[in-house]
């Protein structure tokens, strides 16, 4: 068993920066896998970015160029660095981790999520 654990939510203005991390315990190995995902009331959970355990990174169309997603193998942490924030990121944002490895990381089929972290933009 994987437990992820996300902080560094908050509020934030519009054009602002935030930086979330997302460590992992419970399992020595680290996963092949480590997104980011978020949801917005009345919209469906969506893929934000997603590093592998190789350091390849894939980013959504709506973020890239503005957020940078990094890693910590060491201590198994993720991190997601958030630039130019619009109030259309504004989100709850989940820590997710996959074990297995897959072709697609952009893919909804993670193994383990932790609790969310809440992202409010004001504009």
């Known amino acids: 068993q994987v437990q992820l654990v996300e902080s560094g939510g908050g509020l934030v203005q519009a054009g602002g920066s935030m930086r979330l991390s997302c460590t992992a315990s419970g399992r020595t190995v680290s996963p092949y896998a480590m997104g980011w995902f978020r949801q917005a009331p009345g919209k469906e959970r969506e893929f934000v970015s997603a590093i592998r355990r190789s350091g390849s990174t894939q980013y959504a169309d709506s973020v890239k160029g503005r957020f940078t997603i990094s890693r910590d193998s060491a201590k198994n942490t993720v991190h997601l660095q958030m630039n130019s924030l619009k109030p259309e990121d504004s989100a709850l944002y989940y820590c997710?981790?996959?074990?297995?490895?897959?072709?697609?990381?952009?893919?909804?089929?993670?193994?383990?999520w932790g609790q969310g972290t809440q992202v409010t933009v004001s504009s």
């Open positions: 997710a981790a996959r074990q297995s490895p897959i072709v697609a990381v952009d893919t909804q089929r993670y193994d383990y």
